[in-house]
């Protein structure tokens, strides 16, 4: 898998991700995870893997707290919420974590399982219920709006999107 930052996803439609209600499903992404950290020398420890497996479980995005609970009433073991900080930070270098930066929570990566590579990730996040949802927009698109940003006077540090939506679920309940 080449996930080398900056590389245009070039046809990447619909979902990538298998959902993360499924058991089998998460055993299957983290499977790949632990492969791909192994094909570079990385090593995706038992700790790592849990802090993962949290993120794959939840749709929505979880803080760093969020997943010292989730390793404590999942798998009954206390990691101090430092250690969570370095085991995201390995997950992010990796390609395998994502960080919201707004709303300073973390969403597992939406294509741990593919083979094409990583474009810098956009997300959709459900105002209502939090939900998350991974996209790509095409890099002339990106392109368009690091030419706005910089005729406003300003440099484009990240062009990583996160937008306020409403899922299609919620919409549906509000009706
Ligand atoms: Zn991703
Ligand atoms: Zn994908
Ligand atoms: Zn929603």
């Known amino acids: 898998m080449d996930k080398s930052k900056g590389a245009?996803?070039?046809s990447v439609k619909g979902k990538c991700t298998l959902s993360g209600e499924d058991m089998?499903?998460?055993e299957t992404i983290?499977?790949?995870a632990e492969q791909y950290c192994k094909a570079h020398?990385?090593?995706l420890t038992s700790k790592r893997k849990q802090v993962l497996s949290?993120?794959?479980q939840s749709e929505k995005a979880l803080s760093a707290y969020e997943l010292v609970d989730f390793c404590k009433t999942k798998f009954g073991v206390s990691i101090p919420?430092?250690?969570v900080y370095r085991i995201l930070d390995f997950l992010q270098?990796?390609?395998?974590v994502h960080k919201l930066n707004l709303a300073n929570k973390y969403v597992a990566c939406a294509h741990i399982t593919c083979a094409h590579s990583h474009a810098v990730p956009q997300f959709l996040i459900c105002g209502q219920c939090k939900k998350v949802e991974e996209i790509s927009i095409s890099k002339s698109t990106i392109d368009v709006l690091e030419k706005s940003v910089e005729h406003a006077g300003f440099h484009l540090v990240s062009p990583q999107l996160e937008m306020n939506?409403?899922?299609e679920a919620c919409m549906v309940n509000a009706v």
Request: with cysteine.
């Open 30 to 32: 983290l499977e790949h």
């Open 41 to 43: 020398g990385a090593r």
């Open 8 to 10: 245009e996803i070039l």
């Open 54 to 56: 949290g993120l794959l």
């Open 93 to 96: 270098g990796e390609y395998l």
């Open 24 to 26: 089998e499903k998460v």
């Open 81 to 83: 919420a430092m250690s």
């Open 165 to 167: 939506c409403v899922c």
